[in-house]
């Protein structure tokens, strides 16, 4: 993987943006990223003004106790002359080619892309998640849940289809906002868990609930169609990247697991720590309400970030 160097610059990234028809041949609905995205993301359902009010970000920024800057650009580049960068000649590809066919080959293994710094070209087949939007989106209403993130078209198995962006925060800020928030409101704050072969464990916390973009639409479910792993591009504040974990139908709901551990190797000690049968009162827990077969009943529940450090 490419170190971090002292060169650093702020990121600034300008969507390729493409025009959609509107949904059901209506007038265009509202947009949800503003024009931010590569395509745009409408309102379903008619209830456009019970949308919840946010700063749209298709970006990690940086949020209270952030030790990094996601936006400085602080991952070295690579020297390939090539358009398209191969392993074993690419430092960006330590572990073997990510993508073939634009497809996360394995979920399983650490993901470096090449950068604004690397000297591949912007075709290079290792930017796929820099590209944005692949597939047409929309936000609608789901019965028991609110709001749903749902795609209108089929998604191939393996393909990017969005990243779960908002403030990056520092633990003592993520858990003093699940402290000081409503029970019965929206729990928007993801902990991500990066156990190393040192046995040190990377933690990355991102909350989008005052700034972030479609990816807090997203609803939980005990089995997903929707992997996340995270991809370090410019920055070693890894992006939070969430790929088709099957093929997707158009006009299904896009879902992840909010544990972490569909499709992803979970240690003992993080299985047992309260991500989904801890032994917490029941009380403080939020039903379920995937309504698949293997649904636990609860929503996961990491009751490290209901703890105060001392």
Same mark, same amino acid.
């Given at each position: 993987?490419?170190?971090?160097?002292?060169?650093?610059?702020?990121?600034?990234?300008?969507?390729?943006?493409?025009?959609?028809?509107?949904?059901?041949?209506?007038?265009?609905?509202?947009?949800?990223?503003?024009?931010?995205?590569?395509?745009?993301?409408?309102?379903?359902?008619?209830?456009?003004?019970?949308?919840?009010?946010? =700063?749209?970000?298709?970006?990690? !920024?940086? +949020?209270? *106790?952030?030790? @990094?800057?996601?936006? %400085?650009?602080?991952?070295? /580049?690579?020297?390939?002359?090539?358009?398209?960068?191969?392993?074993?000649?690419?430092?960006?590809?330590?572990?073997?080619?990510?993508?073939?066919?634009?497809?996360?080959?394995?979920?399983?293994?650490?993901?470096?892309?090449?950068?604004?710094?690397?000297?591949?070209?912007?075709?290079?087949?290792?930017?796929?998640?820099?590209?944005?939007?692949?597939? =047409?989106?929309?936000?609608?209403? !789901?019965? +028991?849940? *609110?709001?749903? @993130?749902?795609?209108? %078209?089929?998604?191939?198995? /393996?393909?990017?289809?969005?990243?779960?962006?908002?403030?990056?925060?520092?633990?003592?800020?993520?858990?003093?906002?699940?402290?000081?928030?409503?029970?019965?409101?929206?729990?928007?704050?993801?902990?991500?868990?990066?156990?190393?072969?040192?046995?040190?464990?990377?933690?990355?916390?991102?909350?989008?609930?005052?700034?972030?973009?479609?990816?807090?639409?997203?609803?939980?479910?005990?089995?997903?169609?929707?992997?996340?792993?995270?991809?370090?591009?410019?920055?070693?504040?890894?992006?939070?990247?969430?790929?088709?974990?099957?093929?997707?139908?158009?006009?299904?709901?896009?879902?992840?697991?909010?544990?972490?551990?569909?499709?992803?190797?979970?240690?003992?000690?993080?299985?047992?720590?309260?991500?989904?049968?801890?032994?917490?009162?029941?009380?403080?827990?939020?039903?379920?309400?995937?309504?698949?077969?293997?649904?636990?009943?609860?929503?996961?529940?990491?009751?490290?970030?209901?703890?105060?450090?001392?």
């Amino acid at each position: 993987m490419a170190t971090e160097t002292s060169t650093s610059r702020k990121l600034q990234v300008s969507a390729r943006r493409r025009s959609v028809p509107a949904v059901g041949g209506a007038m265009e609905a509202r947009d949800v990223c503003g024009g931010q995205e590569a395509l745009p993301v409408p309102v379903c359902g008619g209830q456009e003004a019970l949308l919840p009010s946010f =700063q749209y970000s298709a970006e990690l !920024v940086a +949020g209270p *106790g952030a030790e @990094l800057d996601p936006s %400085e650009v602080t991952v070295q /580049g690579c020297e390939c002359q090539e358009p398209h960068c191969t392993p074993g000649k690419c430092a960006c590809l330590p572990h073997g080619e990510n993508y073939r066919h634009r497809r996360l080959l394995s979920a399983q293994k650490p993901v470096l892309e090449c950068n604004v710094l690397c000297r591949c070209g912007d075709s290079c087949a290792n930017r796929e998640t820099q590209r944005g939007l692949q597939y =047409q989106l929309h936000v609608r209403p !789901v019965p +028991g849940k *609110g709001w749903g @993130l749902c795609t209108q %078209e089929s998604v191939p198995s /393996g393909r990017f289809v969005c990243e779960y962006a908002g403030e990056v925060l520092g633990p003592e800020e993520a858990r003093r906002r699940i402290r000081v928030q409503d029970p019965k409101s929206n729990n928007y704050i993801i902990a991500v868990r990066e156990h190393l072969h040192s046995g040190h464990v990377l933690e990355t916390f991102v909350d989008p609930t005052y700034v972030g973009n479609i990816g807090r639409f997203l609803n939980h479910s005990c089995q997903p169609n929707l992997v996340m792993v995270p991809v370090r591009t410019h920055s070693m504040v890894p992006r939070l990247a969430l790929f088709a974990a099957r093929d997707i139908q158009a006009g299904e709901e896009l879902c992840y697991d909010y544990s972490g551990m569909a499709f992803n190797f979970t240690p003992d000690s993080e299985r047992q720590s309260g991500h989904r049968h801890g032994t917490e009162s029941r009380s403080q827990r939020k039903k379920c309400l995937c309504g698949t077969a293997p649904c636990s009943g609860y929503l996961p529940y990491d009751a490290t970030l209901y703890k105060t450090v001392t």
